[in-house]
Antibody
């Protein structure tokens, strides 16, 4: 079964850090670009960051640029999001999502597989 | 940034009726448009990509159309399991999503 499972969410104080992980299974992880998308409570979806299959290309939304770092370990079938200098407005469910197309053009594809999400709450 | 605007915000429909959802892009996205369904407490599910191509396992009652800046998602005969929030997403440039249309039971 094709599956993505996020972990690492929790409660953190403003200015703090958190590292999210996404474990992939059931497909050739190293062949796909991967993404993080977040959803604030009661709000819509917001793209956060994308990484190409070989980590050669990495992109961030302006709202997180300079604070968040996306990475992947293809040997471990895992995607990560290091979040630093967290703010209240970063509070959201964070989803990892797979690009639809194998070896596709990163940030230029639909997302066909999503994890269940992990909640990040930034509050004092 | 390409802004995606969905209308209406809420659509009240009876089971068995047709639902038509709209999505407008602030500039042309060609056919690089996807639709997602999200139910409470669940992750989004890909319904349509390439503006009109149904994703794997998606029933034929879901159809997408449009190109450029105007797009439509049609659910031909609403089933009880179709009541949810629907989002459009462009991927012609950095991905951006619409604000969502909630399809509720009339």
């Amino acid at each position: 079964e094709v599956q993505l499972v996020e972990s690492g969410g929790g409660l953190v104080k403003p200015g703090g850090s958190l590292r999210l992980s996404c474990a992939a299974s059931g497909f050739t992880f190293s062949s796909y670009s991967m993404n993080w998308v977040r959803q604030a409570p009661g709000k819509g979806l917001e793209w956060v960051s994308s990484i190409s299959s070989s980590s050669s290309y990495i992109y961030y939304a302006d709202s997180v640029k300079g604070r968040f770092t996306i990475s992947r370990d293809n040997a471990k079938n895992s995607l990560y999001l290091q979040m630093n200098s967290l703010r209240a407005e970063d509070t959201a469910v964070y989803y990892c999502a797979r690009d639809l197309t194998k070896y596709g053009y990163v940030t230029h594809d639909a997302f066909d597989i999503w994890g269940q999400g992990t909640m990040v709450t930034v509050s004092s | 940034e390409i802004v995606m605007t969905q209308s209406p915000a809420t659509l009240s429909v009876s089971p068995g009726e047709r639902a038509t959802l709209s999505c407008r892009a602030s500039q042309s996205v060609s056919s690089n448009l996807a639709w997602y369904q999200q139910k409470p407490g669940q992750a989004p599910r890909l319904l349509i990509y390439g503006a009109s191509i149904r994703a794997t396992g998606i029933p034929a009652r879901f159809s997408g159309s449009g190109s450029g800046t105007e797009f439509t998602l049609t659910i031909s005969i609403l089933q009880s399991e179709d009541f949810a929030v629907y989002y459009c997403q462009q991927y012609n440039n950095w991905p951006t999503f619409g604000q969502g249309t909630k399809v509720e039971i009339k």
